[in-house]
């Protein structure tokens, strides 16, 4: 069965994961196991899965932290945009794949915002005065815009985040990777940045893989939910068919509550016309009972 | 440039108080009020009585326990179970307490594993439950959590609502920053919202959360099971606070109309 290829349908294959294994060293278990997937290109895809699983472990072994950062045991293979990770320089790899680091102090760390946002993408050849729109742009799109001057020790949490996530967003690679992206930001900043991704993926095609918790934001412009467990992949599919599967909550995936509510009256026997997917479907489906 | 201006609140012994608002409202350095770690340049800090500017933090600690929003900044020691009994033995615990905590704290929290590991190599939300497992471990009287629900997964934030129904049962105060408004709504908790280094608005959740355009002003977004609520023609006179309270509603008022 290759559910995988039927999902790709006639997508190119942009990154691919064969048989992947990862132990740091001086772990007994591995925290990636012979994990094996397929991302077609321009798929908006989420992984999920408990709080330790491996999600940032599989995250480093796309965009080249691992192995070329990380020392570990790695075995099987990883291919992004047609470069095999394992061989190719973080350098080259950059070029291909952007990737947000779950805790954005880690990410910036010049002596302003407006310099950190730019820092990335000075190693494109991106002509000047478009360096300069798309700086601007991505602090405009992630509200920093008066920050631009601040050093980034002087801002709050969730204004690092922002200023990380334009780093990346202006960078525009063909793959955009998130680590928990909307973790730090205030609920409508959130909603943008949501917006941000649908709009990077509807208008230039990017491809995004995309860790998160708070799925009931992301599951509106998600293709597929993938969930791992103890360092295994476990689920695979369109959210709405995972997000209904009765496993999915033993996972510790944050099932949104209209889901939750959808689920429980599935079992009730209330059997609605449509699955919500957002707390105004559900009321409509409830008042047409 | 001021973070705060001319903020004046009081929180009683016992109550669960939440704080929301936009990015860079100044909800942080706010609570870094609560035990000295910052000073007012104008105004006053009172905790039980006594002026933060007359007292150590040392002494405040004792008091009041802080989970810092980003855990490197916490963080400290060689290891998992230093880092959780450091304060114990710092607050003269007997050893058979430190002992007895640190198990607690660690099993709680899914630790136990990393025991002897560093706290540099805990995934983030591994990382942020080791800050809330060091707080937790001494019991303080005022708890203050400053978005403890980053990086966690449901099955963890389940535990932690339990760690707040625990703590409320026994009187403690509770303080609690977060974006998070699915897990705040559930727990009812008096609601602060900040925007732009003030307090806003200050009052019951239900109320608050009704209120539209003050939480546009403040980035804050509804609840689902409220937006749910608001969008029923016939509804119960209070909004649903759980998934479980909606679903029985839904049967309630399938078994009045003779419907299943
Ligand atoms: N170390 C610092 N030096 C100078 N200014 C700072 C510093 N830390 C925060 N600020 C500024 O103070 C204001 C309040 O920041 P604070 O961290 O309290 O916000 P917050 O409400 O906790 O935001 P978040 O939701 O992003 O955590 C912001 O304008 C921020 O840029
Ligand atoms: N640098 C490291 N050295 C050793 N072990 C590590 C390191 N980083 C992570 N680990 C371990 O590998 C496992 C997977 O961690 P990872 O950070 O990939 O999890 P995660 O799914 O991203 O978790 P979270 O949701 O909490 O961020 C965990 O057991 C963690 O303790
Ligand atoms: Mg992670
Ligand atoms: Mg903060």
């Known amino acids: 069965m290759s559910a995988t290829t039927i999902r790709l349908g006639g997508k190119k294959v942009l990154a691919s994961v064969e048989g992947l294994s990862f132990r740091y060293p001086d772990s007994q278990k591995p925290a990636v196991k012979d994990v094996s997937l397929e991302i077609g290109e321009g798929e908006v895809v989420l992984l999920a899965g408990p709080s330790g699983c491996g999600k940032s472990t599989l995250l480093r072994c796309l965009n080249g932290l691992i192995p070329h950062m990380y020392p570990g045991d790695y075995r099987g293979g990883v291919t992004v945009s047609g470069l095999k990770v394992a061989d190719t320089p973080m350098s080259t790899l950059s070029q291909s794949v952007g990737l947000l680091f779950q805790n954005p102090e880690n990410q910036i760390f010049m002596f302003s915002v407006e310099r950190d946002v730019a820092f990335g993408l000075q190693n494109l050849s991106v002509p000047r005065e478009e360096m300069r729109a798309r700086v601007d742009e991505a602090m405009r799109l992630l509200g920093i815009s008066d920050l631009a001057q601040r050093a980034p020790h002087e801002l709050s949490d969730g204004q690092k985040q922002r200023a990380a996530l334009a780093g990346v967003m202006a960078m525009r690679p063909k793959v955009i990777i998130l680590d928990e992206p909307t973790s730090l930001l205030d609920p409508k900043t959130a909603l943008d940045v949501v917006s941000l991704i649908g709009r990077l993926n509807r208008e230039l095609g990017i491809t995004f893989i995309v860790v998160e918790h708070r799925l009931e934001l992301l599951i509106p412009i998600a293709d597929r939910l993938i969930v791992m467990d103890s360092g295994s992949k476990v689920m695979d599919g369109p959210p709405r068919e995972v997000l209904a599967d009765p496993r999915v909550e033993g996972y510790g995936v944050s099932v949104p509550p209209v889901s939750r509510l959808y689920n429980a009256l599935s079992r009730d026997g209330v059997r609605l016309p449509r699955v919500p997917e957002t707390p105004e479907e559900m009321a409509e489906e409830l008042n047409a009972l | ?260």
């Open chain 2, 1 to 260: 440039m001021t973070a705060l201006s001319d903020v004046s609140l009081t929180v009683r012994e016992g109550e669960t108080v939440a704080i929301v608002g936009e990015n860079g409202a100044g909800k942080t350095t706010l609570v870094r009020h609560a035990n000295g770690l910052l000073k007012p340049t104008k105004g006053s800090v009172l905790v039980d009585g006594v002026d933060t500017r007359e007292t150590t933090t040392a002494t405040l600690s004792r008091k009041v326990g802080i989970a810092f929003q980003n855990p490197d900044h916490q963080l400290f020691s060689d290891s998992v179970e230093n880092e959780v009994s450091f304060a114990l033995r710092n607050f003269r615990f007997p050893e058979e307490l430190v002992a007895k905590r640190l198990d607690w704290a660690l099993n709680f929290f899914g630790l136990e594993q990393y025991r002897k590991s560093s706290p540099l190599i805990l995934s983030g939300g591994e990382k942020k439950r080791l800050t809330l497992a060091c707080i937790l471990a001494w019991d303080p009287e005022v708890v203050v959590l400053d978005e403890p629900t980053v990086g966690q997964d449901s099955l963890q934030k389940e535990k932690l609502a339990q760690v707040f129904r625990m703590l409320q049962s026994t009187g403690k105060t509770i303080v609690i920053v977060s974006h998070d408004v699915e897990f705040l709504w559930p727990i009812q908790p008096r609601l602060l919202v900040m925007s732009g280094g003030r307090v806003v608005a200050d009052g019951e959740i239900s109320k608050i959360m009704a209120d539209r355009e003050l939480l546009e002003g403040a980035r804050v977004t509804q609840p689902q099971l409220l937006r749910l609520y608001s969008g029923l023609r016939s509804r119960p006179a209070t909004p649903f606070l759980d998934v479980p309270d909606a679903r029985a509603w839904v049967a309630g008022g399938r078994a009045g109309r003779g419907v299943g």
